[in-house]
């Protein structure tokens, strides 16, 4: 549901234009600038491939068969092996986040296939799966070590809150398509697990610091150690500065961004069959950004600077039990956040979340796993002139069950996973979203894997009790003389939005050092969300006396998204490495016939159609590294941002085997590029710029 915006004032407006003879100019300087990077980078490859060919100590040892090899956790909830996982699964090691020079989890998610990236401004991003992209993109579960960081109050994420030590993630799971039977509702078009190492694996001391023209200051720390015999620990603080970046015009733009934050994890055992976690983050950070809010004094809007903050801090704790045939985990973890938007809205969110789960071997070739899980959320809203909840606090609860069944035929060659989720949620009552899974090993260097599955997203709070005083409108004979306000109106019989998903995928390992992997998928979706016109009604409050024109949230839109992601990677020489990958997207929404919708345009206007990633990586001479990243990202009509290349690169230096130079540059085709406009909240989008950086780790 897109708000009718009010326009932005119109001196910032036409700086963003220029005449046709300076378009004419600026395109050909973007063409040429192009072609340069272009022929650049086909020299960086042909250098690279000399390179790789002289005889350089092999410095990546690990062959794509151990890759294939790697052990995922998100699929099933339990350790597989990635090409053995029944789904669209992409997995982000620790080493592709160091070296593609990646400082945000934002940034290193533009590696997966199939995931949308686009930055707004330097604070705010827009993070999809499979279509539907937006800053408060609903359709994706994002969980950090387990722990769902997504916000009840719009189902998305605050990607500017969301951080940790990038240093300490071991890897990042990335599914494309539904994970509903495991985790839940909102896990509709993807989840994505940011898994930090064990307190086992960083028993030493590290420091990290960042300077550059975009990231002004960076600077990290972590220090681990070990209690008595079987108990590890460490502890991490962080700090980073963004500058401002680029407006539309080129000039400086109002969008820096700061934060501080700090953590600690335990490991431990108490006995050979039990083992335990803890740990826990705070942190606290303060970002800017140009606001445009509806007025009731021409031109009927106002834009601003502002500002906002966020803190907050989160704790969890996990107990495993192993029995001769089964295993057990408990977890729980509280979370408590505040989200600042100055002039426009206080978050203030705190959830309790526990889960119980046991994994049964039934026989040989069969794993039964079944759990239980209780969330509570309690939420207390600041309003503004433009934003309010009706009621301001509120709290809610989500009881869940869930079964899975896996069993092997033929020999093994033949898997099959059968398994629904069961949710009780105080929006809708009951949701069931079973699901049915196969794959099948033909050889060792051939699999193939099908599904179909049933995923919700259920109703967010601002869905069910939000105002959004969206645009005024002024004075005319049609409405009677009286300014008209446009608000969005929240619904109490508002549905989930419903997917009935389709798979398929064929993964192909030919040699030692080359692999492939095909995902396909049809989603079909109902009751998606719409802006329904309601009667005009008067209003004192605020005043002047005005009309309103109330949009109500409605369920009167479907359709169907439909694809193909394709990645590939061949190790060329034991010191070069080379991937890439395609991903297609179609989508086909549309209102239904009694839908008087107004407000909403098509979702398939924000998602690019087509994306392509291309990634170099060679290991030179003396302990030096070179990667290089190439991109490109299909034009969103909906939103008239055109499509853009984008070049990275990064040389890194390890004179020692602890401490480690690196100097990064991200963007470098052209001086500036848009890449999303706000689609929800009237804040001025700006451009990513032509950047670079230098990094810094000493490990001690």
Not at 410 to 418: A, K, N, Q, S, Y
Not at 421 to 435: D, L, R, S, Y
Not at 502 to 511: F, I, L, Q
Request: glycine share 8%; hydrophobic share 35%; net charge positive.
């Amino acid at each position: 549901m897109s708000p009718i915006s009010n326009n932005p004032p119109k001196n910032l407006k036409e700086g963003s234009q220029t005449g046709p003879r300076q378009e004419r100019y600026m395109n050909t300087r973007r063409k040429r600038h192009r072609r340069q990077a272009v022929r650049s980078f086909i020299g960086i490859l042909l250098t690279t491939a000399i390179l790789s060919a002289q005889d350089i100590p092999d410095v990546t040892q690990i062959s794509l068969e151990d890759l294939m090899n790697v052990r995922v956790t998100s699929v099933s909830k339990r350790e597989q092996k990635l090409g053995d996982a029944p789904a669209a699964v992409f997995v982000i090691t620790q080493d592709d986040i160091r070296r593609s020079g990646a400082r945000t989890i934002p940034e290193a998610l533009r590696m997966a296939p199939g995931i949308e990236v686009a930055r707004i401004d330097e604070n705010k991003w827009a993070i999809s799966a499979r279509g539907f992209n937006g800053r408060f993109a609903n359709k994706l579960l994002v969980l950090i070590d387990g722990r769902s960081v997504y916000t009840p109050l719009f189902s998305g994420v605050y990607w500017n809150v969301q951080d940790t030590l990038l240093e300490d993630v071991d890897r990042i799971e990335v599914i494309r398509g539904p994970g509903a039977t495991l985790w839940g509702a909102n896990a509709v078009n993807g989840v994505i697990n940011i898994i930090t190492k064990e307190a086992s694996n960083t028993q030493n001391g590290i420091i990290t610091a960042d300077a550059g023209n975009e990231l002004q200051a960076s600077g990290g720390a972590r220090f681990g150690g070990k209690i008595g015999n079987s108990t590890y620990y460490r502890a991490y603080s962080k700090y980073f500065k963004w500058n401002p970046s680029t407006d539309a015009a080129g000039n400086k733009a109002y969008d820096g961004w700061a934060a501080t934050r700090g953590g600690f994890r335990v490991d431990g055992t108490s006995s050979p069959d039990d083992s335990y976690t803890l740990q826990g983050d705070i942190y606290r950070g303060s970002y800017d950004e140009t606001l445009t809010q509806p007025a009731f004094a021409a031109p009927y809007y106002s834009t601003f600077q502002n500002n906002g903050n966020f803190s907050g801090g989160n704790l969890l704790g996990r107990w495993n039990h192993a029995f001769s045939k089964s295993k057990t985990s408990v977890q729980f973890y509280s979370d408590r956040t505040v989200t600042a938007a100055n002039r426009l809205l206080i978050d203030h969110q705190s959830i309790y979340d526990i889960d119980f789960q046991h994994d049964i071997r039934i026989a040989e070739g069969n794993e039964f796993i079944w759990g239980l899980g209780y969330r509570s959320t309690q939420d207390r809203i600041v309003p503004s002139n433009v934003v309010s909840l009706n009621p301001n606090r509120r709290r809610w609860d989500l009881f869940s069950g869930f079964t899975q069944d896996e069993f092997g035929l033929f020999g093994e060659r033949l898997h099959v996973t059968v398994g629904s989720k069961f949710e009780h949620n105080a929006f809708t009552g009951v949701e069931i979203q079973p699901n049915a899974r196969v794959a099948w090993t033909m050889n060792p260097k051939h699999s193939a894997w099908a599904s179909i599955s049933r995923a919700v997203r259920t109703p967010a709070r601002t869905e069910e009790d939000m105002r959004l005083n969206a645009a005024v409108m002024p004075p005319s004979q049609a409405t009677l003389g009286l300014p008209l306000v446009a608000a969005v109106l929240g619904n109490h019989n508002f549905k989930a939005e419903n997917m009935i998903a389709y798979e398929a995928g064929y993964r192909v390992h030919p040699t030692r050092t080359f692999s492939a992997d095909v995902a396909t998928f049809y989603n079909s979706y109902s009751n998606l969300l719409s802006a329904e016109p309601q009667s005009p009604f008067l209003e004192v409050t605020p005043s002047p006396v005005h009309l309103t024109m109330p949009l109500l949230a409605g369920n009167k839109m479907n359709g169907a998204t439909y694809g193909a992601e394709l990645f590939g990677e061949w190790k060329a020489t034991s010191k070069w490495k080379v991937s890439g990958s395609y991903s297609l997207l179609r989508m086909n929404i549309r209102r239904n016939k009694d839908s008087m919708d107004i407000s909403s345009s098509d979702p398939a206007g924000a998602s690019p159609r087509h994306q392509f990633y291309f990634r170099s990586s060679l290991d030179l001479p003396k302990k030096f590294e070179q990667d290089v990243t190439l991109r490109y990202v299909d034009a969103l009509h909906g939103l008239a941002v055109p499509s853009y290349y984008s070049l990275d690169a990064r040389i890194g230096w390890k004179p020692t085997s602890n401490i480690e130079f690196s100097l990064a540059g991200q963007n470098l085709f052209d001086d500036r590029h848009l890449e999303f406009s706000p689609d929800f909240i009237n804040t001025w989008p700006t451009q990513v710029k032509r950047t670079f950086r230098a990094t810094v780790t000493w490990k001690f």
